[in-house]
């Protein structure tokens, strides 16, 4: 199959940490943009941190700070480090990737740069 797979996700108290992973299966993380997208119950899906295929990072003002996105490219695996969690993190996360050399939107980020999309990873921080 060709798809991002997530995992790490979990309850944490506030202020704590937690880092999600996402394998690209059937694809490589390197030459295109990667990007984490999160949705909770009743809001819109948002963008929350993206990497080009140069490397260049991008954050939404909410995280800015507090999370880092990274790839590893032996590993062909995404990340997205999450420190200093608040309850308002609380919700799915997303792993997705554009199309191979395919560029992506700044900030804000764009849904639509991306074309591969994983089952998601919940998140909860408890307050």
């Known amino acids: 199959q060709v798809q991002p797979v997530e995992s790490g996700g979990g309850s944490v108290e506030s202020g704590g940490s937690l880092r999600l992973s996402c394998v690209a299966r059937?694809?490589?993380?390197?030459?295109?943009?990667s990007a984490w997208f999160r949705q909770a119950p009743g809001k819109e899906r948002e963008g929350v941190a993206q990497?080009?295929?140069?490397?260049?990072?991008t954050y939404a003002d909410s995280v800015e700070g507090r999370f880092t996105i990274s790839q590893d490219n032996a590993r062909n695996t995404l990340y997205l480090q999450m420190n200093s969690l608040k309850p308002e993190d609380t919700a799915m996360y997303y792993c997705?990737?554009?199309?191979?050399?395919?560029?992506?939107?700044?900030?804000?980020?764009?849904?639509?740069?991306?074309?591969?999309w994983g089952q998601g990873t919940q998140v909860t921080v408890y307050s």
């Open positions: 997705a990737a554009s199309a191979w050399y395919s560029s992506c939107s700044g900030s804000p980020l764009n849904s639509r740069d991306y074309a591969l």
């Open positions: 990497i080009d295929s140069r490397g260049s990072t």
């Open positions: 059937g694809y490589t993380v390197s030459g295109r943009c």
